[in-house]
């Protein structure tokens, strides 16, 4: 069922175009074909194919080079973070491979040691702030070296991950302000005491709402499964 | 300072590739102007460009898409003659094409007296909607003023109502665009020139949206107007360029933040398609191998992040009810 034939779906869920990240489909990794399917159950318009462990990423690269047509306008690649054993140069160059086709790929700063090796993704190359847990890519001034470096690169916002670090919102309300114009997508969730992402609470998503205003025009896509009321 | 130069002034590093257009069209312009010096031009005609140079949007690959455009009736006999012009400006494989739009006479009384039916061609729509939208006197420029605000007048007729948009005008302008999608099918189903494909379907996606986009905010914001004031307004505006029309929108309507996105994908684009090595590459671009060439598939990209952008201001703002009463049924 495509989210916009949910019956009285959250709020955040009527946002056009929201889709769905697949990382958050554990019980069916590396089904390439089933997660598809299963996003477009959440909608058919935007989409995160996510390769969160190295070994998942040469079968999507294969499954995208051997897939005719798939029916999202927008289509990014989550790049891996767990389970790293290629050279950074290797990583690169794998993800250099996923078909022009795809939108964005989204990297993690604290895999890039090397910003220099990122160029040829080009404009694809979306970096995604991170979360309290993490020594780097958290503040504005920690990603900005990080652009500088790559100028033709976007941004990922990960609300959830801004939220924290500060859940006042004002980390977030200074990365939407430094990085507006690279702004590529949305990461919505909630996260746990553990930073593990959870469905958007009611709570966060009226806590949220002033800085998704500023999104509007960009793909949110979910890192849980929609919270259905 | 205009619009956009307010938008650029809020940007993480400005517009470059709109700046340097603009500053190409003013330098061309200007230089256009003294070619056709010597060229006799009839009292009541003007010769205008459109396009890329009504836009304020000229590169190095610009095309010259001109009309010599007359306020009055049909009549044979018109100065300067097409061979006149071309022979002035020297547009060599940069003039205008073989849809006979452009290159010719055109004369006001069929822009205004000819508006649906028959003997609206898509000739005739075109050169209205591009009179209104997208051009720029450069002989006579006061004679182009006077058309496009006969035109304008001709759609504020008795049938417009105070705080509602002109809708005679709103269905004709959204007629021409759909006209437009319509015809890039139409275009391809007729085969031909398969190299022009790819650029085509970008500027579909791009600056065709813009021009669109660039008419449509204007009328939906007579809203607010009474009738009595809608054409001043409707003339301010399309006094500037359809970009400044838009940016002027995004931030009027409190959607900075997309503007800018908007706004820096459309200064990307105008950047790529000036490249000449980008246009060779797209010249082999067909619709079987558009997925697997990295330079239509950013030209692509940077269409759906305009598209997004514009759909944010129409559907998420204040502008979103006027949009939903006049805009679709």
């Given amino acids: 069922m495509n989210s916009v034939l949910l019956a009285d779906p959250p709020m955040a869920l009527r946002h056009h175009p929201v889709g769905a990240s697949t990382g958050y489909m554990a019980e069916i990794r590396g089904d390439w074909d089933l997660l598809v399917e299963e996003a477009c159950r959440v909608s058919s318009f935007a989409v995160e194919l996510a390769a969160l462990s190295e070994p998942e990423l040469p079968s999507l690269v294969d499954y995208l080079a051997a897939t005719p047509a798939l029916p999202f306008r927008y289509l990014s690649v989550h790049a891996p973070t767990k389970h790293r054993a290629l050279s950074e140069q290797e990583y690169v160059a794998v993800l250099a491979e996923l078909p022009a086709f795809v939108d964005a790929i989204v990297v993690h700063p604290d895999q890039i040691e090397d910003p220099t090796l990122y160029r040829p993704l080009g404009a694809r190359l979306v970096v995604e702030n991170m979360d309290s847990r993490k020594a780097s890519g958290r503040y504005r001034d920690e990603l900005e070296s990080l652009f500088e470096a790559l100028p033709d690169a976007g941004f990922c916002f990960d609300i959830a991950h801004a939220w924290s670090i500060d859940p006042d919102m004002s980390v977030g309300e200074d990365l939407l302000d430094r990085f507006a114009c690279r702004l590529r997508q949305v990461h919505l969730s909630s996260v746990d005491e553990g930073r593990g992402h959870v469905p958007l609470s009611a709570e966060h998503e009226e806590l949220f709402a002033p800085l998704l205003d500023r999104c509007r025009d960009v793909p949110w896509l979910l890192e849980a499964p929609p919270r259905l009321n | ?329």
């Fill in chain 2, 1 to 329: 300072m205009t619009a956009l130069d307010d938008l650029a002034a809020r940007s993480e590093g400005g517009f470059p590739n709109l700046v340097a257009a603009r500053e190409q069209t003013e330098a061309g312009l200007s230089g256009l102007g003294g070619r056709l010096a010597g060229v006799e031009v009839d009292a009541d005609a003007a010769v205008v460009l459109f396009g890329s140079w009504g836009r304020g949007e000229v590169t190095d690959q610009s095309d010259y898409d001109w009309a010599v455009l007359v306020d009055g009736a049909e009549r044979a006999g018109v100065r300067p003659f097409p061979a006149e012009v071309e022979a002035a400006l020297g547009m060599g494989a940069k003039g205008p094409g073989a849809e006979g739009i452009f290159g010719a006479s055109a004369f006001c009384d069929h822009l205004v007296d000819r508006i649906g039916l028959d003997a609206d061609d898509n000739t005739n729509l075109s050169r209205r909607m591009l009179l209104l939208l997208e051009s720029v006197g450069i002989v006579h420029p006061v004679v182009r003023d006077r058309c496009r605000d006969r035109v304008l007048r001709g759609y504020l007729d008795e049938s417009v109502e105070d705080f509602r948009p002109p809708r005679f005008f709103l269905n004709d302008l959204i007629r021409y665009w759909r006209t437009i999608c319509v015809d890039y099918v139409g275009k391809e189903r007729r085969g031909g020139d398969d190299r022009k494909w790819a650029l085509r379907d970008l500027k579909l996606r791009t600056s065709r949206k813009i021009l669109f986009a660039g008419g449509l905010l204007p009328i939906l914001l007579c809203h607010r107007l009474r009738v009595a004031d809608m054409e001043e307004y409707l003339r301010g505006a399309f006094d500037r360029p359809s970009l400044d029309r838009i940016a002027s929108a995004f931030l009027e309507l409190a959607a900075v933040d997309a503007g800018l996105r908007a706004v820096g994908a459309y200064d990307r684009f105008l950047g790529l398609i000036a490249d000449p090595s980008v246009r060779e590459e797209l010249a082999g671009v067909t619709r079987a191998t558009a997925a697997g060439s990295p330079v239509f598939e950013e030209g692509r990209r940077l269409g759906r992040e305009i598209e997004a952008g514009l759909q944010a201001l129409l559907f998420e703002t204040r502008i979103e009810p006027l949009v939903r009463e006049y805009g679709i049924l």
